[in-house]
T-cell receptor
Framework: EPEVTQTPSHQVTQMGQEVILRCVPI?????FYWYRQILGQKVEFLVS????????KSEIFDDQFSVERPDGSNFTLKIRSTKLEDSAMYFC????????????FGQGTRLTVV | QKEVEQNSGPLSVPEGAIASLNCTYS??????FFWYRQYSGKSPELIMF????GDKEDGRFTAQLNKASQYVSLLIRDSQPSDSATYLC???????????FGKGTRLSVIA
């Protein structure tokens, strides 16, 4: 069964450093998302991406964040100048086109900023 | 502000019983409703989705939607210890729009 894959599964970084989280969405999906979940809190939407551009972003997704689809398969989230409060699980998701479609989540990247 | 509310639990049910999980949402424009299961430290796993008022059954799971009351629920019949997890309710305004999640209800099925 096709699945969304994310790498790395766990990333530890020092405060102020830049990190890139990687995702390979399901191959025939056209919509891509990043969500995050701070420990003990709810899953929060960051950004959606379609047709090689951001289609929607939340208030959380400020200038510190950027997304890119560098090739036909990868979808990346870059976090610049990481802060302690960026520590969270980051989930990539993808969905096929359609009127009402469900999003499928990757296994997540646990980001720890120290 | 779009909100999705769930009772955080824990909801404890004996093995074999019916577990009932509830969710309310604030945005009347919401069109699609999803239930995800999340084991501790893992990613959300889609269980069911529902778009129309009424009931939708899939195996041991039944989703119920009442748009007038802005209420969606999930029933799990014949609950098993392996069903013990946090159940996340998520809604969107249809299509491929972003999901708004509730905090989840922690379910514990006691053997």
């Amino acid at each position: 069964e096709p699945e969304v894959t994310q790498t790395p599964s766990h990333q530890v970084t020092q405060m102020g450093q830049e990190v890139i989280l990687r995702c390979v969405p399901i191959s025939n999906h056209l919509y891509f998302y990043w969500y995050r979940q701070i420990l003990g809190q709810k899953v929060e939407f960051l950004v959606s991406f379609y047709n090689n551009e951001i289609s929607e972003k939340s208030e959380i997704f400020d200038d510190q964040f950027s997304v890119e689809r560098p090739d036909g398969s990868n979808f990346t989230l870059k976090i610049r100048s990481t802060k302690l409060e960026d520590s969270a699980m980051y989930f990539c998701a993808s969905s096929p086109p359609g009127e009402n479609t469900e999003a499928f989540f990757g296994q997540g990247t646990r980001l720890t900023v120290v | 502000q779009k909100e999705v509310e769930q009772n955080s639990g824990p909801l404890s049910v004996p093995e074999g019983a019916i577990a009932s999980l509830n969710c309310t949402y604030s945005d009347r424009g919401s069109q699609s409703f999803f239930w995800y299961r999340q084991y501790s430290g893992k990613s959300p796993e889609l269980i069911m989705f529902i778009y129309s008022n009424g009931d939708k059954e899939d195996g041991r799971f039944t989703a119920q939607l009442n748009k007038a009351s802005q209420y969606v629920s999930l029933l799990i019949r014949d609950s098993q210890p392996s069903d013990s997890a946090t159940y996340l309710c998520a809604v969107n305004i249809g299509g491929n729009t972003p999901l708004v999640f509730g905090k989840g209800t922690r379910l514990s099925v006691i053997a």
